[in-house]
């Protein structure tokens, strides 16, 4: 079993609907949770960072994070063609050894369409 | 300027041959990871440096070895390609401020024959 599982798609929606992605994982001991969104050949770049449990929202995104159930959620409000993308989940532990090494989803393959 | 530039972007190489792919960045971080990217398995870790002495395998290290040559400088080598190695490879980098955030570099699409 993988240490974050990612279902990888591929989504498809309309215009303006809201999408959720999600990942579990297993290492009780990841603290920091980050949602990365890669465009088609280019690299991943940081959408969303949280650490710990709880919510963040940046304009149209919110990150949840659910620790004791080890489940992260991304959503998406009002969606665009324009977030049409693969989105990756990654986490890491704080502290130790592993600390600021990065465990990643296999992405989920996100197509809006208008 | 980007501030994590990878050369080549896009490499066709032999079988057995050796190739280097290099990262260098502008962001002063002193962290520096390489990653492969494979359809359906994310990323996954080559090889990470937390400074110029430092150098740790990852998850995939086996058939790779890594150069820090300065901090802002990470090279990747191939010593002896093979198929299974067509991948995209990506460069990152982190500060020890940032927590565990990481900023990539556009990748090299690489073919092996």
């Known amino acids: ?86 989105y990756l989940c990654a986490m890491s532990e704080d502290g130790g050894t592993s600390y600021g090494k990065l465990t990643f989803g296999q992405g989920t393959i996100l197509t809006v369409h208008p | 300027d980007a501030d994590v530039t990878q050369t080549p972007r896009n490499r066709i190489t032999k079988t057995g041959k050796r190739i280097m792919l290099e990262c260098s960045q502008t962001k002063g971080h002193d962290r520096m990871y390489w990653y492969r990217q494979d359809p359906g398995l994310g990323l996954r870790l080559i090889y990470y440096s937390f400074d110029v002495k430092d150098i740790n395998k990852g998850e995939i290290s086996d058939g790779y070895s890594v150069s820090r040559q300065a901090q802002a400088k990470f090279s990747l080598s191939l010593e002896s390609a093979i198929p299974n190695q067509t991948a995209l490879y990506f460069c990152a980098t982190s500060d020890w401020t940032s927590g565990s955030r990481q900023y990539f570099g556009p990748g090299t699409r690489l073919l092996v024959l």
């Open chain 1, 1 to 86: 079993q993988k240490e974050v599982e990612q279902d990888p798609g591929p989504l498809s929606v309309p215009e303006g609907a809201i999408v959720s992605l999600n990942c579990t994982y297993s290492n009780s001991a990841f603290q920091y949770f980050m949602w990365y969104r890669q465009y088609s050949r280019k690299g991943p770049e940081l959408l969303m960072y949280t650490y710990s449990s709880g919510n963040k929202e940046d304009g149209r995104f919110t990150a949840q994070v659910d620790k004791s159930s080890k489940y992260i959620s991304l959503f998406i409000r009002d969606s665009q063609p324009s977030d049409s993308a693969t």
